[in-house]
């Protein structure tokens, strides 16, 4: 379940370790500070754009690679972790239609721009395939 998480990581500590905020998460896990870093990780995750995993790209990377899992793995194993994985993305993206009333952060390299109303099917639809996947298979 933690997995997608490490997406944040990837980004305070590769991919912009010079923004502030992955500075003061850095201070902060040098001081020994790991609980507050966290809170401070969970806090800022709306500022944090091009992740990894957090995108609509990734994410329909993944379905097609959950569904070749789920047809060709007896591994229930595997199963659950492709599943669990998705299903983590799928909650992250509930979070920040919740907060953010908008999924623009998961479409940052696309030219789509989905109003709430948009957003808010798209999470409907991409959360009854997952439930569907995970219920049929």
């Known amino acids: 379940m933690i997995l997608p998480d490490i997406d944040h990581l990837i980004y305070v500590y590769f991919i912009k370790p010079s923004d502030l905020t992955s500075q003061r998460i850095n201070y902060m896990v040098n001081k020994k500070q790991l ?13 944090r ?3 990894v995993f957090h995108t609509i790209f990734f994410q329909l990377i993944f379905f097609a690679l959950t569904f070749w899992m789920f047809s060709s ?32 952060n998961w479409f ?30």
């Not at 609980?35 to 500022?47: I, V």
């Not at 229930?76 to 909650?91: A, D, E, K, W």
Request: glycine letters at 6%; proline letters at 1%.
């Open 35 to 47: 609980s507050r870093s966290l809170e401070l990780l969970y806090e800022t995750r709306n500022e």
């Open 49 to 51: 754009k091009g992740l």
């Open 73 to 104: 793995s007896g591994s229930y194993f595997g199963r659950g972790m492709t599943l669990s994985f998705i299903f983590h993305l799928s909650v992250d993206q509930l979070i920040d239609l919740n907060d953010l009333r908008s999924l623009d």
């Open 108 to 137: 940052t390299n696309l030219p789509i721009k989905l109003d709430f109303e948009q957003s808010k099917t798209y999470w409907i639809v991409s959360s009854a395939v997952i439930l569907l996947t995970g219920f049929l298979m």
